[in-house]
């Protein structure tokens, strides 16, 4: 039989397996020789107390019940479905879609215009150390899609559209620590995620599906409402029957073929703003107070913070515990900022994207790429200030100045103490940064919207009432933090999940405008891919 029950575990307890079978034991009454499994199904720090800990939910299996374990199922067989599938981005909703048709039997065509995960990263150590950017394999380019080497957070934790368990379970199965099961804000790492998507990869092909990497698709051969065929940058054509649509919030050039077209597209709000570095040791001492010292040995601390500054909501996204900021652009001439931890979280600052809502009625026009445009002109006017202040970018601890002065492109960031940026002064020295490609002193109220600038200003003040120390001289502001979701939406029936125009093609994930975040975007890959089935069934 099964059962559950919740038991506080103090720090030192919260690996031992041992301590969790006598507390369960005694709560339960039962001795511990008739526990056969334990399975932890959720499990948060309360570190409020004079003393903190875990508190734990737990799943008890006793004799003779054990257990399940997980499995995934691929259904080939030797006449695959007749059905041409392509799907267009390798990312989590590419994947799993990809995983999802193949377990039904569908044989995936896959086409990514990035690399595989173990050449992407050589991209990705150019950009970081000299500054020098592939447009096509990149933070957010590539397979995995921009997770992979931007954190691999697991936000949400809402079942509406499908179920969390299984996207995290899938994970495990390939190779994700089982702790992501339960924690609260579950994480998997820049440097655990490459191998879990190699493993995703080398099973998909095993089951029949075809890879098609540094291929990006530029045109679709549209007859009668219906996606015949794409065609590749290179001319090659890739005929089909049907089209997952997973090319991820940075495909601006998707966009525009839509708007050129005339296909349906519509406006959508986003969140805009910068990117707040403190020391880690100070994001701790305000979360955790008291117990912030090295006898509880706690985790970094992470926050998350929403407020409301004139009807405006002002939150904070990706908040990265131990984590480093990270260059996140797809294009020459612009800048962007975001940030990742590896799977430690050892690093000795914390940061996370501090963001304000941005609506149509933000950029007045009825154009449905204005706030495509929107976007990009802050991004351009942000690179721009960075190479007018060339000569002035200091060295930070991972990059040189001399690596910087190598650059194809500058991609330092303008910075500001956090102090500086509420009351718009020019900051007289930084302190140190873990941006990798060098940070220089600059107003941002030369930078930003007026809106954004004064939402943002306003709403530090209100953190700091709540977190006070959240405003000190050891915290900066850096930016572009503008990747935060797409500004344009790709049309689609609510029920069939095709689009309204082109019916045999399924837009999905955060390129589409239905998803954030790793697992909100597999799920939504996965109801495309059950759509699908329904209709060819």
Partial sequence: MTTECSIRLFPQEKDNSEVWRKKISAELGIATNEIS?????RQSLDARSSKP????????????????????????????????????GAGPAGLFAALEL???GYTPIILEQGKKVEQRKKDIVALQRYGILNENS??????????????GKLYTRSNKRGSI??????LVYFGASPTILYDAHPHIGSDKLPAIITAIRSFLINAGAEFYFETKVVDFVVRGGQCTSVITAEGREFFCDNVILATGHSSNDIYKWFAARGY?????????????????????????????????????AEYRFAEQVADRGVFSFCMC???VLVPSMTEQGTLVLNGMSASARSSQWANAGMVVTVSPSDYGSSDVLAGLLFREKLERKFFTAANINANFITKSDTASNTDIAANTGCFGSPAQRITDFISGRRSAGLPRSSYPLGIYEHEFNTLLPTFILQSLQQAFK???????????????VTGLESRTSSPVRILRNRDTFSHTEIVNLYPCGEGAGYAGGITSSAIDGINAVKSLIKKLC
Avoid: M, W
């Fill in 138 to 151: 990149n933070y957010c380019f590539g397979e995995g899609g921009a997770g992979t080497f931007s954190d």
């Fill in 264 to 300: 349906a597209l519509e406006q959508k709000p986003f969140a805009l703003g910068v990117r707040v570095e403190h020391p880690q040791h100070i994001i701790s001492r305000l979360q955790y107070g008291h117990a912030c010292n090295a006898e509880y040995s706690l985790p970094p």
């Fill in 462 to 476: 209100q953190i700091d009432k709540k977190r006070k120390g959240f405003i000190t001289e050891d915290a900066i």
């Fill in 102 to 104: 193949v377990k039904n």
């Fill in 321 to 323: 515990p131990g984590g």
């Fill in 165 to 170: 368990e299984k996207i995290l379970q899938t």
């Fill in 53 to 88: 800990f875990y508190q734990t939910l737990f799943k008890i299996y006793t004799k003779p019940d054990s257990a399940p374990t997980p499995t995934i199922q691929a259904t080939t067989t030797i006449h695959p479905h007749p059905q041409k599938v392509i799907i267009i």
């Fill in 37 to 41: 499994d334990i399975r932890i199904l």
